[in-house]
């Protein structure tokens, strides 16, 4: 599976940015599908996640309320929509998926990473 985002680009702080992720291959559906960020400096950390098997979703509480994950099966697809975006959400963003049916928010159940896309909010 090939994970391709994008969509990033540079935000003044209260704006929105929608990312995208597209995944190559079939079988999406029963993929866990979500999204980590990783700041200069910074570990990776978990965003958001959408479980395949019951479509349940998890966010990070630094994002609850602000962000929004999405996915579209038959585009293969999956989205963030983020809002009331603050300097502290710039980072690189990463799509994940996972075979596991279990939240990805323990890491070591991510099986296929994207390259990443910039985010950049400016205060």
């Known amino acids: 599976v090939q994970l391709l985002e994008s969509g990033g680009g540079l935000v003044q702080a209260g704006g929105s940015l929608r990312l995208s992720c597209t995944a190559s291959g079939r079988a999406f559906s029963r993929y866990t599908m979500g999204w980590f960020r990783q700041a200069p400096g910074k570990e990776r950390e978990f965003v958001a996640d959408?479980?395949?098997?019951?479509?349940?979703?998890g966010y990070a509480d630094y994002v609850k309320g602000r962000f929004t994950i999405s996915r579209a099966n038959a585009l293969n697809t999956v989205f963030l929509q983020m809002n009331s975006l603050k300097p502290s959400d710039t980072a690189v963003y990463y799509c994940?998926?996972?075979?596991?049916?279990?939240?990805?928010?323990?890491?070591?159940?991510?099986?296929?990473w994207g390259q990443g896309t910039q985010v950049t909010v400016s205060s």
């Open positions: 959408i479980i395949w098997s019951d479509g349940s979703i």
């Open positions: 994940a998926a996972a075979f596991s049916a279990q939240t990805m928010s323990v890491m070591s159940r991510v099986n296929y």
